[in-house]
């Protein structure tokens, strides 16, 4: 059984643990901090999985959006937001290429969202577009 999308999943999740930050994993129990500290939140929203190579047996192509969502408490300010949205970018640079049981998964871009609020939290939201080329399906 094939298992490109756990294996992208991962690489992108060894990559942001790797930032030493708290992370509310996917499907995870998690309890937000009461103490103002930020923390981020990932999706990995999954796209076009098209074929790169001519053949039966030719390649796959991936893309897709990492989300990482940098969250904090409404009313203390935008510059710690700001600053961990920066090392986030950072960390996921244009060109870098993570690996997880062979599959390499390429950042394409990133890109930083608006911040939105409500009467409880700050977010903003970080988008890291990815590419990866995996056996054929």
């Not at 890109?111 to 990866?132: L, S």
Request: charged letters at 20%.
């Amino acid at each position: 059984m094939a298992t490109h999308y756990s294996d992208i999943s991962a690489a992108l999740d060894g990559r942001l643990d790797a930032l030493g930050e708290l992370v509310a994993w996917e499907n995870r129990h998690f309890e937000a901090p009461t103490d103002d500290t930020l923390f981020l939140r990932q999706t990995n929203l999954a796209g076009d999985t098209v074929q790169a190579e001519l053949g039966t047996n030719g390649q796959d192509f991936s893309i897709g959006i990492y989300q990482v969502d940098i969250i904090g408490t409404f009313g203390k300010g935008k510059a710690p937001l700001y600053a961990l949205s920066d090392a986030v970018c950072d960390h996921f640079a244009r060109g870098q290429v993570m690996t997880y049981n062979g599959i390499k998964v390429r950042v394409r871009g990133n890109k930083r969202g608006a911040m939105i609020t409500d009467e409880q939290q700050a977010m903003i939201p970080v988008e890291i577009f990815y590419e990866a080329y995996t056996a054929a399906r």
